[in-house]
């Protein structure tokens, strides 16, 4: 299991992503996903998703699709967590105090 944060805001238009459509890209993968609800982060409304896997080409392509730099994966049976996408680098390291648990709580409270 992993629980991903999805930005809902497009990087190309300013536009907004229904969290239906990234929904539907999930299921088109196989990811068993789960939809833990949408909160706002400090920046942005968030999908929080629960997805029983997806691998970084699969990460990667959905931030081509919807026009996000990355997103943040976190693994609970390792607690581990990353960002994946294009621009992953260029936003540093995963970080526990901005990421959103489904509940909408952060992972570092």
């Known amino acids: 299991m992993?629980?991903?944060?999805?930005?809902?805001?497009?990087?190309?238009t300013g536009g907004s992503i229904a969290p239906?459509?990234?929904m539907a890209a999930l299921i088109g993968r196989s990811?068993?996903?789960v939809c833990g609800?949408?909160?706002?982060?400090?920046?942005?409304?968030?999908?929080?998703?629960?997805v029983?896997?997806?691998n970084d080409a699969q990460a990667h392509r959905l931030?081509?699709?919807f026009a996000q730099d990355c997103i943040a994966v976190w693994d609970p049976s390792t607690n581990r967590g990353r960002l994946i996408g294009p621009k992953a680098d260029a936003w540093g390291a995963f970080a526990p105090e901005y990421f959103i648990?489904?509940?909408?709580?952060r992972?570092?409270?």
């Open 2 to 12: 992993l629980v991903l944060n999805f930005g809902l805001e497009r990087n190309d």
């Open 20 to 22: 239906d459509c990234i």
């Open 31 to 33: 990811c068993a996903p």
């Open 37 to 50: 609800g949408v909160h706002q982060s400090d920046t942005e409304p968030t999908a929080v998703f629960i």
């Open 52 to 54: 029983d896997h997806l």
């Open 63 to 65: 931030c081509e699709m």
């Open 101 to 105: 648990l489904p509940t909408g709580e």
């Open 107 to 109: 992972l570092a409270s």
